[in-house]
């Protein structure tokens, strides 16, 4: 079974300021897949950034980084330059089970 | 770019009726997922198809069934309908392919169906 965990039920940053929302999870496949998806309170789901199991080099798309540590089991997702758009839930995934969600709100 | 589509996108019904979601991946998209998310809640996996035969079963109650069409959209039909029923509904799909490698493959999703039962 897989499982993820996110302990960080809110964060609060400081518009244009750097922020880490963490993840870790637990799964006995060798091979596997790591997703961050943001959902603005308007309800959509919006994916962010994937990490694949193998791959050599950490996920980065724009301002969205994943600081992946396969031996420590974390995943966790870097976000550069804080927007007050930035301000939602985000939540850690792999294929079937999300993570509790992290909600981020970005202050002026 | 074309996106997972679900209709209708609100839904009202009342206890013990029956409610049917539906869910069209995106073109070439050869997996389906359900996800259910109740208020201040994380989606919870309900089920998946992969190429029209379920291929993973999350929890997904015994009053809910599902299935994937040749043309592979998707439908969700819920019966005897409960309050705790009301959730947005997400549908999602991805490219699993040939070889099914199950690690990579964004998952994209719709932008889900609210149901409400009163």
């Known amino acids: 079974a897989q499982k993820i965990t996110q302990t960080q039920p809110g964060m609060f940053v400081q518009e244009k300021e750097a922020v880490t929302l963490d993840c870790t999870y637990d799964t006995s496949d060798p091979s596997y897949g790591l997703f961050w998806y943001k959902q603005p309170s308007s309800g959509e789901m919006i994916f962010l950034i994937y990490?694949?199991?193998?791959?050599?080099q950490n996920a980065t798309e724009g301002r969205y980084s994943l600081n992946f540590q396969k031996a420590r089991k974390s995943a966790n997702l870097v976000i550069s330059a804080s927007q007050l758009g930035d301000s939602a839930m985000y939540f850690c995934a792999m294929r079937a089970p999300f993570g509790k969600g992290t909600k981020l709100t970005v202050n002026p | 770019a074309a996106g997972v589509i679900q209709s209708p996108r609100h839904l009202i019904k009342e206890k013990r009726e029956t409610a049917t979601l539906k869910c069209y991946p995106i073109?070439?998209?050869?997996?389906v997922y359900w996800y259910q998310q109740g208020p201040g809640q994380d989606p919870q996996f309900l089920i998946s198809?992969?190429?029209?035969?379920?291929?993973d079963k999350g929890s997904i109650p015994d009053r809910f069934s599902a299935q994937q069409f040749s043309d592979y959209h998707s439908e969700l039909n819920m019966s005897s309908l409960e309050l705790g029923d009301s959730a947005l509904y997400f549908c999602?799909?991805?490219?699993?392919?040939?070889?099914?490698?199950?690690?990579?493959?964004?998952?994209?999703f719709g932008e889900g169906s609210w149901l409400t039962v009163v």
């Open positions: 073109p070439r998209h050869d997996t």
């Open positions: 990490q694949g199991s193998y791959d050599q």
């Open positions: 198809f992969y190429e029209k035969m379920q291929s």
């Open positions: 999602a799909s991805s490219f699993r392919g040939l070889a099914g490698d199950l690690s990579g493959n964004t998952i994209y």
